[in-house]
């Protein structure tokens, strides 16, 4: 396969090719053949892997984050391939370059011009793939139509470089395992393909990190208008792109400051993110901006939008039936769930043990019957409670959007009686809806406006 990375020695020694040699042309059609090296020479690997790295959102762009992701790769050049490129097999030959991955999979023959670069050190990537961008994927011919479609929407939200973006491209492609070679050039000194440290920790902390900033009991809590629009929403993490895009008020948050992002607009490459900085101002300001955004947002589905529309008018009573200070609670136990997650995390358990001890007697009582049966019934009956609460609120979501759509009926049937109303108003001829003043021309009152005397009658 063609992400299968091999070490090659710089040199080869007359044995070694005549072994090759021998072993057949099915070994040499293989693009996994092994090589040798010879005695105290460097060995180097080849194949192909994508420029993209974990920590590509926090410094660069999102138009470079998405070209380093899906459309351009670092690949070792063939002896198959060097005639293709106009250079000196010797000169090209297990050298790195970076190509269009849409040009790559055509054939040689009818990939467009430009469309590979040869970087002559890991301080000209950076380079390489903005020229890559500003001349080739424009004019690219064999870039899907979805491709072309995200290239140019998120070629829309690219921010300034910052000066920083140079240092982190160089020490990203030493985290791949690029180096530079005496000469010009670069290679593959290790197997990008294989975990580093940095990856291993980074895999792990996903795992353990949730984005969803809601829990299944957070339903009861709150109202369904409430629940509807966070679900929308993910946990996130400030980064220095967010510094060059938001307003003067953001510059001022460090770097990995958490908040809350729209869940279509990260899925998109849009930007939808928000960083309050208290739980008064989350609950005061941001959740109605939250909104705002929800329907606006060309991302978001229709039907979410006007389960939102409907659901809004639910509010009204929810609120009566929850206890006083709920909105205040829920903000805060919300913001310290978003900071520290480990704490609320927790608590929580803590919480569950003390529930526990509070059952008293009789719950031990319990807890004895169901230990004297077959332990290997617990684990399926936690899967059956998490697979019962995953087809509930599935089915309170699709429950919303009949809602939703049973109240737009009856909108648009207000809508018709209200034009008809109106039209039957304008028919019919109406009265004088105001006075008109007359201004004093001489006086105290003069150029203001005042009302026409009224004569007194006197009686006799």
Not at 128 to 138: A, E, G, Q, S
Request: with cysteine; hydrophobic share 30%; charged share 30%.
């Amino acid at each position: 396969s063609d992400s299968t990375l091999n070490s090659e020695d710089d040199s080869r020694s007359s044995s070694d090719s005549g072994s090759e040699s021998d072993s057949g042309s099915a070994s040499s059609d293989e693009e996994s053949s092994s090589d040798t090296c010879s005695a105290g020479g460097p060995t180097w690997f080849h194949g192909r892997v994508p420029l993209a790295k974990n920590d590509d959102q926090h410094w660069l762009s999102d138009l470079q984050c998405y070209v380093r992701s899906e459309c351009v790769e670092a690949f070792t050049v063939k002896s198959v391939d060097f005639s293709e490129f106009g250079a000196q097999e010797s000169e090209t030959v297990g050298q790195v370059g970076i190509r269009c991955v849409f040009c790559a999979q055509a054939n040689p023959d009818d990939r467009a011009r430009g469309h590979v670069v040869f970087p002559s050190s890991i301080s000209e990537i950076h380079q390489n793939v903005n020229d890559l961008m500003r001349r080739h994927f424009n004019m690219c011919p064999w870039m899907p139509k979805d491709s072309r479609k995200m290239y140019k929407s998120v070629r829309g939200f690219s921010s300034k470089a910052d000066a920083n973006a140079n240092t982190y491209w160089a020490d990203a492609a030493r985290e791949l395992g690029l180096v530079d070679i005496f000469g010009g050039g670069v290679r593959f000194w290790r197997d990008p393909t294989m975990e580093t440290p940095a990856d291993l920790l980074t895999r792990n902390s996903i795992q353990r990190k949730s984005l969803s900033i809601l829990k299944p009991e957070d339903k009861s809590n709150m109202t369904d208008f409430l629940f509807l629009l966070l679900s929308q929403m993910q946990r996130c993490e400030f980064s220095i792109i967010d510094q060059q895009k938001g307003r003067r008020s953001l510059k001022v948050k460090k770097v990995g400051f958490p908040g809350v992002e729209c869940i279509h607009c990260a899925k998109n490459g849009a930007y939808g993110r928000y960083f309050p900085i208290s739980s008064k101002v989350f609950g005061d300001s941001t959740a109605p901006s939250l909104h705002t955004h929800e329907m606006a947002c060309k991302w978001c589905p229709d039907e979410v939008k006007s389960s939102l529309s409907y659901l809004h008018h639910r509010v009204i009573y929810q609120k009566s039936e929850l206890r006083g200070g709920w909105k205040k609670r829920f903000y805060e136990e919300l913001w310290e769930r978003l900071h520290s997650p480990q704490n609320s995390k927790k608590k929580s358990e803590s919480d569950d043990e003390s529930g526990l001890e509070s059952g008293g007697e009789g719950a031990d009582e319990n807890a004895c019957e169901s230990s004297s049966g077959d332990d290997s019934s617990k684990v399926p009956e936690e899967h059956i409670e998490n697979a019962n609460s995953e087809s509930e609120s599935d089915n309170e979501v699709g429950d919303l959007i009949a809602s939703a759509a049973l109240w737009l009926c009856t909108q648009d049937d207000e809508e018709e009686k209200k034009m008809k109303r109106g039209r039957i108003a304008r028919e019919a001829p109406t009265p004088a809806s105001r006075i008109v003043y007359k201004f004093a021309v001489e006086g105290r009152g003069r150029g203001i406006v005042t009302r026409p005397k009224r004569r007194r009658l006197i009686h006799f």
